[in-house]
């Protein structure tokens, strides 16, 4: 009853907040909605060793932990049999990480280390020296230090174990040092393309003519997908680091699709502003069944041969819940939705359902995904 209290609570706010902001729009900077097209992430790759566990590393059947911890080895001029390597202090992992555009070389970067073998904790162990390559194959930083859970750790005993979050899983913050740059020339650019992070043909014209308003002088600015905005800039003396930080700082009136998101998983409903409803009758009910037992002893007569017998007595109760609402709004909108809900005093849970139903029926007109 209480969660059902604070839902509805919840339903109302979220009402209030969505009217007050179709009354006054949505405007964010540029900046929020989009990037710089030469502007993106690199993703890099390494494979490398953590040593210095605690008997928690991968089993002598990780065949190709022993093979690296011999390589490593050799390469320091010791050379011994890979039979005769044990592995439990050391477990082979995958070293990923992103190398923003700029960073120059000396630039320290984070890394994530995933185990790969059966290893299982890397928790309180040191990654050894381990190169990090991009797709070219060349490489582009080193990965270095101890591996850190963010509070994950795993007991167990002999009968049973406790596990919180991930342990084969870690981070090192600023673990990774960048030997390589991507070489980009930005400040010489004549045209810079605005790459807006979710594709939209409204919202890229309305970047595109607040651009052309508040900087026609210097640039004139060409929407010519839903997901890219063309600069021009007009004046070769022009400095393009200075159109790009004043572009990233204009406000621009957002627009959307009308979507409902659900997550089934933790009964979670987004319903955005946008979502609009026809005229439509809904039935809401359920069926709860109470089933009870309770014990009925049996005894024979005095001084008779008769067992005292113990029976169960079984008694079934159902009780039948139905709701009825119809929804007849003059100007449909997620107002409707959420006062009929509150109405009814619905769950989380038969929210879901309703919305799915109605979707069905043609009642909703939105996109609804589902996670």
Avoid: W
């Amino acid at each position: 009853m209480f969660y059902n209290r604070i839902f509805l609570i919840l339903l109302s706010i979220l009402s209030i907040f969505l009217i007050t902001a179709k009354v006054y729009g949505t405007e964010v900077r540029v900046k929020d909605i989009a990037r710089v097209g030469i502007s993106r992430v690199n993703y890099l790759v390494g494979y490398g060793l953590v040593v210095g566990l605690k008997n928690t590393g991968d089993s002598t059947s990780s065949e190709f932990t022993k093979q690296a911890i011999a390589n490593m080895l050799e390469r320091m001029g010791i050379k011994i049999p890979k039979n005769s390597i044990r592995t439990r202090n050391t477990a082979a992992v995958m070293v990923t990480a992103e190398l923003p555009t700029y960073a120059k070389p000396g630039t320290r970067i984070d890394v994530v280390v995933s185990a790969m073998g059966d290893a299982k904790s890397i928790g309180g162990g040191t990654l050894i020296m381990t190169p990090l390559l991009g797709p070219d194959g060349k490489v582009y930083a080193i990965a270095q230090g101890p591996v850190s859970l963010g509070g994950g750790y795993e007991v167990a005993g002999k009968a049973a174990s406790l596990r919180k979050f991930t342990t084969t899983t870690g981070r090192i913050p600023g673990g990774a040092v960048v030997e390589r740059n991507v070489p980009v020339n930005f400040a010489n650019r004549n045209e810079i393309d605005i790459v807006l992070r979710d594709p939209d043909f409204k919202t890229a014209s309305n970047v595109a003519s607040v651009i052309n308003e508040e900087l026609a002088s210097v640039v004139q600015a060409i929407p010519i997908s839903p997901e890219v905005v063309k600069v021009l800039i007009k004046k070769e003396s022009v400095n393009s680091i200075e159109v790009v930080a004043k572009i990233e700082e204009l406000p621009v009136e957002v627009d959307y699709p009308a979507t409902i998101v659900i997550n089934e998983r933790t009964g979670t409903v987004v319903i955005n502003d946008k979502v609009k409803i026809s005229p439509v009758a809904v039935a809401q009910g359920g069926v709860t069944v109470k089933i009870s037992e309770q014990p009925i002893i049996s005894q024979p007569p005095p001084f008779s041969s008769g067992q005292t017998i113990l029976t169960q007595k079984t008694s079934i109760q159902l009780q039948e819940g139905k709701s009825i609402f119809i929804l007849k709004p003059k100007t449909p909108s997620l107002q409707d939705i959420v006062m009929a809900l509150n109405a009814v005093g619905v769950t989380p849970r038969q929210l879901i359902a309703i919305l799915q139903t109605m979707k069905s029926a043609g009642a909703i007109h939105g996109e609804i995904k589902i996670q």
